[in-house]
């Protein structure tokens, strides 16, 4: 897919920019042709001479640079581009691009390039969380660029947490789905997933048995047909999706929360199987038998309705709405009932009592209830109720 595709990859000044001499590999394996630009920075990590070796190009360096003026004018750079990849994308090249900074070759190209660009974020997990970057990440992605990892994990400053740069195979997957043109370009959607987790205390939670199957087909499906997608996930089973923008969560305030950072979005799906309630008791240290025989006892407190929150919201709704619901008995009834209460769209009700085999297992049997009507379709491989309800959201958002 990325045969003949030209990329300008921008390399920042990161430890992980080591990453990027891999990433031209990759490119390349794959038919790209990659034009690499250092900034100021990233020369104390990687040389000019390994960039131009593995990219088998120029290296470009320098906005003053008069033979690069003379052969190829900046503005000529930035658009000779199919893509522009930023990768590592630091706290300050992403500040940089918030405000439109144009003082440097890198700045400059991405201020000037009329191409999308796909930003895969490196730094301290503190950077990362601070939230002047999680603000400059909203208003980045609100401008349509597109944004890959930071992953979570051991970084090269002792830490641990999110900031490690996606790996150069994500980075790849993400540039492939960047140039996917489906019916969904250009359309940001929200997916929920898995479980979530409540705490009883530091060592024992209530979770239910969704294994984020499903969730991660729907985002998959979005991804094919070209949709920008924000995976917003609790403790699954199944991996997320190469190429979505995953946002991890344990709990259902926690998933609001994300949920809420993640908005604007076009459409939302919410798969996710939360926990309607949580442990209002929930200890600070592990709750220890004492001897005595007595028998702990909780007490629970409502979770907040994602699905009914986002469906309610007076500004910045998603223009489709899409809710499950995960029913064992009257299961068409209760699910219409939902749809109106919650004051969602569309309602995809499935019949999750243990001889269906749905939860956990690979099929589903769903009914997709909407205003007008509800329509069954037959038992299939939750795959294909993906694939078929984001065909059906890609023509309620055409
Ligand atoms: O009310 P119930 O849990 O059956 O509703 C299921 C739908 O509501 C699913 O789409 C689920 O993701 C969503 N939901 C939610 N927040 C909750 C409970 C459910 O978003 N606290």
């Not at 709990?251 to 949580?278: I, K």
């Not at 907040?304 to 809710?323: C, F």
């Amino acid at each position: 897919m990325l045969q003949g595709k030209r990329i300008l990859l921008i390399i920042g000044g990161g430890i992980a920019a080591f990453k990027a001499l891999d990433l031209m590999r990759r490119l390349r394996e794959r038919g790209a042709s990659v034009t690499p630009v250092l900034t100021k920075a990233s020369e104390e990590f990687v040389t000019p001479l390994s960039v131009s070796a593995l990219a088998a190009q120029k290296v470009y360096r320098d906005l003053f640079d008069l033979t690069d003026e003379a052969e190829m004018g900046h503005i000529e750079l930035s658009r000779a581009a199919d893509l522009v990849v930023v990768a590592p994308a630091t706290a300050d090249l992403m500040a940089k691009m918030v405000h439109g900074h144009a003082n440097d070759l890198a700045s400059t190209l991405l201020m000037a390039t009329d191409k999308r660009v796909l930003i895969a974020p490196s730094m301290n997990v503190r950077m990362w969380e601070h939230p002047a970057t999680q603000r400059n990440l909203k208003t980045l992605t609100g401008d349509g660029v597109l944004c890959v990892g930071p992953n979570e994990g051991d970084m090269a400053c002792g830490e641990y947490g999110f900031g490690r740069m996606a790996e150069p195979l994500e980075i790849v997957a993400a540039i492939d789905a960047a140039f996917v043109d489906g019916p969904l370009a250009g359309k940001h959607i929200l997916v929920t997933s898995g479980p979530t987790h409540e705490p009883i205390d530091p060592v024992r939670y209530i979770a239910n048995r969704s294994s984020g199957a499903q969730g991660s087909a729907i985002a998959r499906a979005l991804l094919t047909l070209g949709a920008q997608v924000t995976f917003v996930t609790g403790p699954a089973d199944v991996a997320p999706p190469v190429g979505v923008k995953v946002v991890k969560v344990q709990t259902a305030r926690e998933m609001l929360s994300a949920v809420e950072t993640a908005l604007p979005a076009d459409g939302a799906v919410f798969a996710a199987a939360v926990a309607d309630w949580r442990v209002a008791t929930e200890a600070t240290s592990k709750m220890k038998k004492d001897g005595s025989g007595s028998l702990p006892s909780l007490t629970f407190a409502e979770n907040p309705d994602i699905l009914a929150t986002v469906s309610q919201m007076a500004k910045g709704r998603p223009e489709l709405v899409v809710g499950f619901a995960a029913e064992t008995d009257d299961v068409i009834a209760n699910a219409t009932a939902k749809r109106a209460r919650k004051g969602c769209d569309w309602i995809v009700a499935n019949d999750v009592s243990p001889e269906t085999g749905i939860m956990g297992g690979s099929e589903n049997d769903v009914t997709v209830i909407t205003a007008n009507d509800a329509q069954n379709w037959p038992r299939m491989t939750k795959d294909q109720v993906a694939q078929k309800l984001a065909q059906a959201i890609s023509d309620a958002l055409a």
